[in-house]
Nanobody, 121 residues
Framework: EGQLMESGGGSVQSGGSLRLSCVGW?????MAWFRQHPGKEREGVAA????????KYASFVKGRFTITRDNAANTMYLTMNNVHTEDAAIYYC?????????????????WGQGTEVIVYT
């Protein structure tokens, strides 16, 4: 397993923007952002093939969030635009060995500790 650490969480006004970062290393062919609301299961937000760079997004963030990776810096980003109140959650980055699904948490073996996003109106 690798070592991953998220940062960039915090408070953002509804409609605003925030960028999360995930620094670290791990083996595998995919990386992703997941999120978890209190009392609910973790859900996939966005994923990226590594290498390759192809991406996949959950329908509820498509067009608003962008996942990118800087391999030279061992850093993955999640740029969140037009944030909605329902985007408030703990966000986790993860690395894994993926097949075609990309947003299935069972494919991921390394996880960060999470960073909290709070959305206010």
């Amino acid at each position: 397993e690798g070592q991953l650490m998220e940062s960039g969480g915090g408070s953002v006004q509804s409609g605003g923007s925030l960028r999360l970062s995930c620094v670290g290393w791990s083996y595998g062919n995919c990386m992703a952002w997941f999120r978890q609301h209190p009392g609910k299961e973790r859900e996939g937000v966005a994923a990226i093939w590594n290498p390759g760079g192809g991406t996949k997004y959950a329908s509820f963030v498509k067009g608003r969030f962008t996942i990118t990776r800087d391999n030279a810096a061992n850093t993955m980003y999640l740029t969140m635009n037009n944030v909605h109140t329902e985007d408030a959650a703990i966000y986790y980055c993860a690395a894994g060995n993926c097949q075609e699904r990309l947003l299935d948490s069972s494919d991921y073996h390394s996880w960060g500790q999470g960073t909290e996003v709070i959305v206010y109106t």
